[in-house]
């Protein structure tokens, strides 16, 4: 293969990824909505939001060691198409089940379990299949268009999630289904230019992406600062609740706010595509997560559906600078043939951060009010960082973003 030839291959491979990546994010974000807004109309509980977040992230923690030697045994695409396909199965049960006024909360939270198993077994092999598609130099571009792919999509999820609502919690669910097949069908097209030199599987290789992340500071550093960081000021499992109850607006105003971090993240994930970060990613990754915790705060004092939507822009632009530095920092510092085992993990601290951060949100938005619950959050986010910065001074350091 010509070089040429060789490029317009690469490009037409991740191509495919980026849209199949679209499509499933699109129809993971519509089913967000669709459960908060089905769950919350059902039981009027911040609690039983925050327990759905629980529910995902269970089989995450519970799956870790296995998907990562799963990532970095089988075919990555082949997994991510299974995945899509299970998730495609999961939708079309929930949106039967509502059609027919058979769906109560129990069988809301056992197919959120069913997709959180799915979405274990796919994110790391995502994140390990972005580095096989593009050469190493390309990596912080490709990881940040792989982002607006993400961001794209929770910008059309939710406003589609919203509006089809409207007709009913079925119509999401079902156009959910339509889009983890067309997932599932550009997922088997994907062709990675470059494997995994594959090892038999022993006791200590299914420690071994933990091991690797204790012994990387930097690493460590990174996907620790974005656990509890997000962990605190997480509030997009409470946008029900502030739908309703502090904005007084429906389905439609739902759609909106969850779409509005997206706009902030998808327009500087385009920016830093075209922009990488070269210089002073440790402290420009710090300072990000200070925006996004006095976001989280601002957002919190919001009565205005139109004010509150430009904070939650300003957050979402915060929140993927981090994403991009850590998963730079992650996928170019690990090996290829242990990205699975190191992304597994990767994934269990991002599972952590978002899906228990929703429940930890809505545990203490039933303990101390909806407002202050945020508020806490808000600040703990900006008290991580400043404390992250003297606990890890090698990553505050941190220069340019490459291979060690």
Known sequence: MTPSASSVFRVRSYARFWIARVFSSVSYQMFGVAVGWQMYALTHSTLALGIVGL???LPMLILMLLVGH???RVSRKSILAVCQAIESITAATLGIASLLHHLRPAGIFAGVAILGAARAFEAPSTQALVPTLVDDDLVPQAIAWSSSANQTASILGPALGGLLYIAGAQVPYL???ALFLCACALSTTIRPWRKAEVKPATASSIFSGIHYIRDHKNILGAISLDL???????????????TRDILHTGPWGLGLLRLSPAVGALSTSVWLAHHPIKTRAGIRMFTAVVIFGLATVAFSLSRSLWLSMPILMVLGGAD????????SLVQLETPNEMRGRVSAVNSLFIGTSNQLGEFESGLTASWFGLIPATIIGG?????VALLWMRLFPGLRKLDRLGRA
Not at 379 to 383: E, K
């Open 379 to 383: 600040v703990g986010s900006i008290i």
């Open 175 to 177: 156009t959910c289904t």
């Open 55 to 57: 529910v995902q992230f």
């Open 320 to 327: 993927v600078v981090s994403v991009v530095v850590r998963s």
């Open 228 to 242: 509890f960081a997000v962990l605190l000021g997480g509030a997009t499992a409470l946008l029900p609740a502030y």
């Open 70 to 72: 799963v990532a970095d």
